[in-house]
């Protein structure tokens, strides 16, 4: 709303701008302006030299304003600003006084040609600045205050507003123009450049003279600065300031030069780091990670790109991945978000983890997971939401897993779909066992632990009580050879599992369309869809929809070439597949290289690959389709 | 059915010019539905919409399978075509699971009768087709069956500890010499080469680079390992097994070398001493296009271009042709051209 209430009054207040321009505040004021390129402002330059003597002080009459001012003279203005701050001044005319506030203009002289008295005038920029901050830009005088590095009481809450992270590219370019239409930007961006300017002088003076005190005192004021906007703050607005005329730069610039600084940095992700730099760790680390560890590990990504292909065998997934570098720059194109690092080796359903992935995307408050690899922790962000799903619309089948209880007394049998991992999540096998326990154990709850078979030691007296699931290394989310000791007692014979999954991604038929994966999370999230035939329409839908994705089904065999190898020209191994952002460097905006996400690769290895593949992989599997269904769609709300 | 299968070849214009030897390949029945075709057509395989899988020979249709719900399958022959393998998912579309085990039937080709011989993916047949290997990721295990005698002989425990995709390659030298891929714990890929009478394990190549990935082919009994990396500036390399026959340890010889990326695996027929692959030509380190069928000269050790600027992202035998997949469309190697 600011911004707008600004621009349209752009001309007016350029009123106040009569036939007005900037003269460099040095004391060699004789020199000519800064607009020798302007015909117009040449002539009334040299007017001024001659005048200059003669130039009464401030009129407040002039500033009320009579004479517009001349486009050719506001380019002028725009035209001898720091380049980088072009764009924010040009946008709200108060940044202009605000930027003569804290002399970033190189200005501390306004002429002005006062038609009234036919006479060219000089007004000292305090003056100026001091009338628009009680006048029109009062809001300024406001943001004046509270943003002025004495103001110690703002201070606190200035360094603890950072700039959002942005999930993608698209939320990036909106980040970018969110910030180019907050005034506070302008004040942000003078600061940096007071900073740089700082440290270029005591840059100099260590060169040329050697003046320690001068150096120091530059030093302090740059740090000052620094310490009153938060030193990560400052970072973002170096690159936001550098480039506020250039989106793409300042994207490529804040999420390549920062993802894994931000993931090390919050400790939600940081297990994400840990899981990249498990085989640098010693066993001492592997229980306490700290920050500071963390920037160790990223440092070694920094230093040892090779270090990404790999991962900690935990967390089970297709390898060798990107290298660090490339692998960064994915993650920073990519829209699925990583808030869990998730495996899918250790799940036996692709549907399951496809659809997890997608009801994640467009619902992930409603599915936040924690970090972890213990104990199948890790496919728990790839479970639990399609199991939810798929008993919400009654298709409890898709996800295949099925655990039974018969009560012995009372002959009745109770069956629901469960999922192996550790947590107590309704869904989970430890819970299961936990509700069945209630027919045995008259108070209390009881709690299960699965723990791994060869650590359960019967004569140890810590397992000669409790409920404990033993659990082969074998076991995956799906299917998992265990048995559970109650009190020292086996409870297997009265428990059975079984892995029949029955779920259709899209439908054969009319029939099983209506029920498939695909319609349904349609119908349930009220998404639109819409075919993805080309690369035009696939550039298209992501730049349209900023929080949609596309989803498909590819073969195999035509993404993975090396691993998948072709036997015939009907082969083809599906594979559902996520395109979650395009690669929009400068230097491939003619390319169609996109962001693919298959079930195969973990939610942290998004890989790019040409269309032309993409194509090819759903091409193939299309023809094979029954009713020759062309699986790839935009997604969005 | 009953359909006299021609297999129609159409010769494009654009390829012609452009590419001297790989040819659009077209049949008269949609090749969604065409399963395998003998090289003089006389035999061929469909899979129907009725949940059924025949065989047409000299006009009678045959029906092989009849499954409860809509499956898919793709089929496994070497140059000779004595017997065929069927890789059967009976669940394609009601469970999609990449790392699942599918069916595995084995036929004559020609004949009528069809047998499962097991569960795993990745069939192949060696030693003139009385040998047929197969994969399973469930039991991770290389599982060796003796076609004559129907049985399972042996198999093999692949090691890999960290990717539950790998598939790995297999090739037979002999029935006592068989070299396949694995992974170790450091992530590095390996072809070793195991005796099931002495149940040993002997090394043979191994990787240098992180990334690359190795296939392994038989050209003219020539075992050849391409240990190849799809990242342009990493070296990609055709290296030779010298002493196979003998005792170890064994010896390689790099036979060719090149820093672009090279994609997918190496092809080769056992009849000729000629080896296919995908190398990019790409300039842009973002993307792998252009990429273009290459052939290597195992006599001459050089070689050239096959296709020109032609985004082909797979070359794979079938039968003993060689096909190549491009921009959604199927192309066959046609011998004469070529020459």
């Given at each position: ?257 920062r993802f894994f600084e931000r993931m090390a940095k919050n400790s939600l992700t940081l297990p994400f780091v840990k899981s990249q730099c498990s085989n640098l760790q010693t066993k001492s680390h592997s229980t306490g990670y700290s920050t500071e560890k963390a920037m160790n590990c990223i440092q070694a990504m920094n230093s040892k790109p090779e270090l990404c292909l790999f991962h900690n065998p935990s967390y089970s997934s297709y390898f060798p991945k990107e290298i660090c570098p490339?692998l960064e720059?994915?993650l ?6 990583i808030l869990s690092y998730d495996c899918?080796g250790k ?23 924690q970090w972890g690899s213990k104990d199948l922790s890790c496919t ?41 991992h550790n ?26 632990q699965l723990i791994a078979k060869e650590l359960f030691d019967?004569?140890?007296?810590e ?8 659990i082969?290394p074998?076991c ?126 973990s939610n942290s290895s ?32 | ?158 090691n890999n500890p960290i990717n539950p ?18 992974v170790n714990q450091k992530s590095q890929t390996a ?15 191994q990787t240098t680079q992180a990334d ?128």
């Amino acid at each position: 709303m600011f911004h707008r209430f600004w621009q349209s009054l752009l001309n007016k207040v350029f009123l106040f701008f009569i036939l007005c321009f900037v003269t460099k505040s040095h004391a060699q004021s004789e020199v000519p302006g800064l607009f020798e390129s302007l015909d117009v402002l040449i002539q009334v330059d040299q007017k001024n030299q001659r005048k200059q003597t003669e130039i009464p002080l401030f009129d407040r009459r002039i500033l009320q304003g009579q004479i517009f001012l001349e486009e050719k003279q506001l380019n002028s203005i725009l035209f001898n600003l720091p380049r980088n701050l072009t764009t924010l001044g040009q946008d709200n005319p108060c940044s202009l006084i605000h930027l003569m506030n804290i002399n970033q203009l190189g200005v501390d002289h306004i002429l002005f040609f006062d038609r009234n008295e036919n006479q060219l005038k000089r007004v000292g920029s305090d003056k100026i600045v001091h009338h628009y901050l009680n006048g029109i830009c009062s809001t300024q005088r406001a943001l004046d205050k509270k943003l002025n590095v004495r103001n110690q009481s703002a201070m606190a809450q200035i360094r603890n507003t950072l700039i959002p992270i942005p999930k993608h590219i698209d939320q990036c370019y909106q980040l970018h123009k969110a910030l180019g239409e907050n005034p506070e930007s302008t004040y942000f961006c003078g600061y940096v450049h007071q900073v740089e300017r700082f440290q270029q002088i005591a840059q100099e003076s260590g060169q040329v003279s050697q003046n320690i005190n001068q150096i120091r005192s530059t030093n302090l004021r740059a740090q000052k600065i620094i310490d009153f906007m938060g030193k990560n703050n400052f970072k973002d607005y170096q690159i936001f300031c550098r480039n506020t005329d250039q989106p793409r730069k300042f994207c490529d610039q804040i999420m390549n030069a920062r993802f894994f600084e931000r993931m090390a940095k919050n400790s939600l992700t940081l297990p994400f780091v840990k899981s990249q730099c498990s085989n640098l760790q010693t066993k001492s680390h592997s229980t306490g990670y700290s920050t500071e560890k963390a920037m160790n590990c990223i440092q070694a990504m920094n230093s040892k790109p090779e270090l990404c292909l790999f991962h900690n065998p935990s967390y089970s997934s297709y390898f060798p991945k990107e290298i660090c570098p490339s692998l960064e720059e994915n993650l920073n194109l990519s829209r699925l978000p990583i808030l869990s690092y998730d495996c899918p080796g250790k799940v036996e359903n692709d549907l399951a983890i496809q659809a997890s992935r997608i009801l994640s995307f467009f619902e992930p408050d409603k599915y936040n997971y924690q970090w972890g690899s213990k104990d199948l922790s890790c496919t728990q962000a790839l479970t639990v939401p399609y199991i939810d799903f798929a008993s919400k619309i009654d298709q409890e089948q898709g996800w295949g897993t099925q655990a039974c209880y018969k009560n012995p007394k009372k002959g009745s049998r109770r069956c629901q779909p469960i999922v192996f991992h550790n947590h107590s999540s309704k869904n989970s096998f430890r819970s299961f066992i936990e509700k069945t326990l209630k027919d045995f154990q008259t108070k209390g709850n009881v709690e299960c632990q699965l723990i791994a078979k060869e650590l359960f030691d019967p004569k140890r007296l810590e397992y000669q009580s409790g409920c404990y699931i033993l659990i082969e290394p074998s076991c995956n989310a799906n299917q998992c050879p265990f048995e559970i000791k109650f009190n020292n007692r086996s409870l297997d014979p009265l428990v059975d599992v079984q892995f029949e999954p029955k779920g259709w991604y899209s439908g054969l038929s009319e029939k099983t369309s209506n029920f498939s994966f695909e319609q349904s999370l349609i119908r349930q999230l009220k998404l639109s869809s819409q075919s993805i035939k080309n690369a035009k329409q696939a550039k298209k839908f992501l730049e349209e929809n900023p929080n949609g994705i596309i989803h498909g089904i590819a073969c195999a065999e035509e993404l993975y070439p090396q691993n998948y190898r072709r036997q015939g020209f009907s082969q083809c191994r599906p594979l559902p597949i996520l395109i979650t952002g395009r690669d929009r460097k400068v230097t491939n905006q003619n390319e169609n290289i996109f962001v693919v996400q298959s079930v195969i690769d973990s939610n942290s290895s998004p890989r790019l690959m040409d269309w032309s593949y993409i194509h090819n992989a759903v091409h193939l599997y299309h023809q094979i389709h029954p009713q020759k269904k062309w699986s790839l769609n935009g997604i969005s709300r | 059915m009953g359909l006299v299968v021609k297999i129609i070849l159409i010769l494009n214009l654009n390829t012609l010019l452009f590419a001297q030897s790989l040819i659009p390949f077209t049949a008269k029945v949609p090749t969604a539905a065409l399963v395998y075709f003998t090289k003089d057509a006389e035999i061929s395989y469909y899979k129907k919409r009725s949940h059924t899988f025949d065989m047409v020979a000299k006009n009678k249709t045959t029906q092989l399978l009849k499954l409860d719900e809509e499956f898919h399958l793709w089929p496994h022959a070497s140059y000779l075509e004595k017997r065929i393998v069927f890789e059967v998912d009976p669940t394609y579309y009601s469970h999609l699971n990449i790392k699942k085990d599918n069916d595995l039937y084995l036929s004559q080709i020609g004949s009528n009768e069809i047998e499962l011989i097991g569960r795993g993916i990745q069939p192949k047949l060696h030693l003139a087709d009385t040998w047929i290997s197969f994969y399973s990721p469930s039991r991770k295990r290389i599982f060796f069956y003796h076609a004559p005698s129907k049985e399972l002989k042996f198999n093999i425990e692949v090691n890999n500890p960290i990717n539950p995709y790998f598939i790995p390659q297999v090739e037979m030298i002999n029935p006592q010499t068989i070299v396949y891929t694995d992974v170790n714990q450091k992530s590095q890929t390996a072809a070793l080469v195991f005796n099931p009478i002495s149940e040993s394990f002997e090394p043979l190549y191994q990787t240098t680079q992180a990334d690359s990935f190795l296939s392994l082919c038989n050209a003219q009994s020539q075992l050849v390992i391409a240990d190849f990396s799809q990242k342009q500036g990493n070296l990609s390399a055709l290296h030779i097994a010298l002493n196979l026959k003998d005792s170890p340890p064994y010896q390689t010889k790099q036979i060719y070398q090149n820093d672009s990326a090279h994609i997918g695996s190496i092809t080769c027929k056992e009849t000729d001493n000629l080896i296919y692959f995908i190398k990019s030509f790409s300039s842009n380190p973002s993307s792998l296009l252009p990429s273009d069928l290459v052939r290597f000269n195992l006599s001459e050790m050089k070689y050239e271009k096959i296709s020109h600027n032609s985004n082909i992202n797979q070359v794979y035998l079938m039968g003993g042709e060689v096909f190549a997949s491009q921009k959604s469309k199927i192309l066959i190697l046609n011998e004469e051209g070529s020459q």
